[in-house]
């Protein structure tokens, strides 16, 4: 088919979520065809993405700046925090514009199966913004999943001890469901219907 090269890039290419190898061969042959246009901006965003962006030392969040641009917005709600499992479920609620607070990264969910246990958690960062005063209510938008559930009633039983209120999403999040592959009218149903955790 091609030379090592080819290989390669159809290699890589087949590892990214959502290519499978044959739609990787065609992404490469689109590149190929046409490398100054395609191929070479594509490596000169990869290259600055892989230099510049880094967690956010306050919510996890990547970004080129720490703090990151959702964290140093004077126009978000400083007393709301939405704590998600991951970046692409920040992300999804950011794309559907239903939360104007500000978020947490947990990096994760609890789970005894893939020895995931509390200290494997973004979490000193949270409780930090919380004993520093003017966080009113955290809500937790974790996925419907077992161990979703399992780290919602965690951290509620963590969280509640320090005067917030605590929240999870309501319906709208299907059992087994993700955040970030939800559509957006799904996403704010959900976080509009958030109830005491």
């Not at 080819?6 to 065809?33: D, H, T, V």
């Not at 950011?94 to 609890?110: D, F, I, K, P, Q």
């Not at 938008?141 to 917030?164: I, Q």
């Amino acid at each position: 088919m091609g030379g090592p090269e080819i290989e390669r890039l159809i290699g890589m290419l087949a590892r990214l979520p959502g290519f499978g190898p044959r739609s990787a061969r065609r992404a490469a042959l689109r590149m190929l065809q046409q490398p100054e246009a395609r191929m070479l901006p594509l490596a000169a965003a990869l290259n600055d993405a892989a230099r510049a962006v880094r967690p956010c030392r306050l919510c996890g969040n990547l970004d080129s700046r720490d703090p990151c641009s959702i964290c140093t917005d004077p126009h978000r709600d400083r007393s709301l925090i939405c704590v998600v499992e991951g970046v692409g479920d920040l992300w999804a609620l950011e794309r559907a514009s239903v939360h104007r607070g500000l978020y947490h990264v947990l990096g994760g969910t609890l789970s005894a199966l893939a020895g995931t246990a509390p200290e494997d958690l973004n979490l000193p960062p949270l409780l930090a913004r919380i004993e520093q005063g003017g966080v009113a209510e955290v809500i937790l938008a974790l996925g419907a999943t077992v161990d979703g559930a399992t780290t919602a009633h965690w951290l509620s039983e963590r969280l509640k001890p320090l005067g917030v209120t605590v929240t999870r999403v309501g319906q709208g999040v299907p059992i087994g469901g993700a955040l970030d592959v939800l559509d957006d009218g799904t996403l704010a149903a959900a976080l509009r219907a958030r109830r005491p955790a």
